[in-house]
């Protein structure tokens, strides 16, 4: 991928909230992961968003006491491997697609041939 693709940091803070809230789209998602991962200071805010909300949830009325580090980086490797299951589908289903046109191609050529 293009590195000019990439969010910058101040992309990366507009979007805090609404990855915190899961309501990034999957390409949105992919970038904000990729950059808060070799950025420390957008990890470093990411962690205060983090503590903030689920701070916020607790006092809503959990009772369990959250360990926050562990939280963001439970988000941010469950983003990865949703961004990984989503290649896998894309490969999976074009590979399908392309053995069902060969066969489609191979058996017209046999039919008329």
């Avoid at 390409?27 to 805010?45: G, I, T």
């Avoid at 490797?77 to 961004?83: I, P, V």
């Avoid at 399908?96 to 050529?109: D, H, Q, R, W």
Wanted: with cysteine; charged share 35%; proline share 2%.
């Amino acid at each position: 991928m293009d590195r000019s693709d990439d969010m910058n940091c101040k992309e990366v803070q507009r979007q805090l909230v609404p990855y915190i809230n899961g309501e990034l789209q999957e390409k949105a998602e992919e970038e904000f992961v990729r950059h808060v991962r070799h950025c420390p200071d957008c990890y470093e805010e990411l962690e205060v968003y983090a503590t903030v909300f689920a701070g916020i949830r607790q006092l809503d009325g959990a009772e369990e006491k959250i360990d926050y580090r562990t939280l963001v980086e439970d988000t941010l490797e469950n983003s990865e491997e949703d961004a990984k299951d989503e290649r896998f589908f894309a490969l999976y289903s074009f590979l399908l697609k392309t053995a069902a046109t060969a066969s489609l191609f191979y058996m017209i050529v046999r039919l008329f041939f």
